[in-house]
């Protein structure tokens, strides 16, 4: 047999870090508000099912979110007792000032790499929402709480075309002078290639080779996985998803789910990458929450479960004829 090309000694990571970011990515933009318990239920059984990473919310503006009002509430109820690392994104001094009353263990600034998004977004420009991070950064460090920086449409913008790659290092650049080496690479609108991803990465790796680099991909265009893979074939070892495949951003036009964290994971799996998750606590947890939501999911493993789960022959018919 030719030698596997997968695997831990082909150049993939032997451990990817699997960032939950459906209590907050996906639960924004349903239409129907999910109750702050159902909200718990979602998170503690993702805890339950291994997730060790998760962005619960967001302490925006209840009427920019008001699916995420709730924010205060829901960190209440989250089982802490595991030493699952618990983020939420922030926009403002007065987010952060919510969000360390609230006890959360990081904040993650965000802003886009494309100007039109940004004002759309969080209504002010992209030097604008630099400027305000260092308040954000001193709450942040006086209550000693980590900061990460999230940068949208960093694969192109729905309003803009494509992002040329130096505005996504000009803002990774200053990120990390602000002192946020935790970057996530957000494609907002499900725009990113794989070789967008593999420049955009060796882009950031030479320039600022401090940032720990997350990537989040949005399944809009079917290509969300091979997007994952291309990133982790350059070296990158976070990847955020959300359960279910939930989610699409209110300030996009035709905007779908995140990638599925439970497709997400099988796949890794099944590349033999660990991810440290029972993928059938997975699956449970994203049938609870299609429930609550009452509407089909895209999550596909899901639907398919795994595939070994055998089924009985009598389980359909025989084609005769
Ligand atoms: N938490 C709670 N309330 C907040 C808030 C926060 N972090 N930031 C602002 N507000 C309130 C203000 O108190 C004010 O309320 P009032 O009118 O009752 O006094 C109102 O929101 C408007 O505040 P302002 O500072 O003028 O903000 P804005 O209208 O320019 O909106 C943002 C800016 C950033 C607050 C808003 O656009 C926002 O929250 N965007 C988040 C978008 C998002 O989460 N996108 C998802 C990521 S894809
Ligand atoms: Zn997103």
Known sequence: MNESRFGPDRG???RVSVIDVGPRDGL??????VSA???????NGLIDA????LEVTSFVSPRAVPQL?????????????????LTALVPNEKGAERAVEAGVDAMVVFMSASQSHNLKNVNRTRDQSLAGFEAICRIAEAAGIDVYGAIATSFGCPFEGNVPVGEVVR??????DMGITKLSLGDTTGMATPPLVAERVQALKADVPEADIAL??????????????????EGVTRVEASVGGLGGCPFVPRATGNICTEDLVYMLEECGMETGIDLKKLIAVSRRIEGVIGRSLPGQVMKAGHRLDLHPTDSVRTANG
């Open 171 to 176: 803002i990774a650049r200053a990120y990390r």
């Open 50 to 53: 291994g997730v060790r990473h």
């Open 37 to 43: 318990q159902d909200k718990i239920d979602l998170i």
């Open 69 to 85: 009002r709730d924010a205060a509430d829901v960190l209440k109820g989250i089982d802490r007792s595991r030493g699952a690392v």
């Open 12 to 14: 993939l990571p032997k």
């Open 28 to 33: 924004q933009s349903e239409p129907a508000y």
């Open 216 to 233: 989040h991909f949005h399944n809009t265009r079917g290509l969300g996985l091979v997007c994952v893979y291309a990133g982790l074939m």
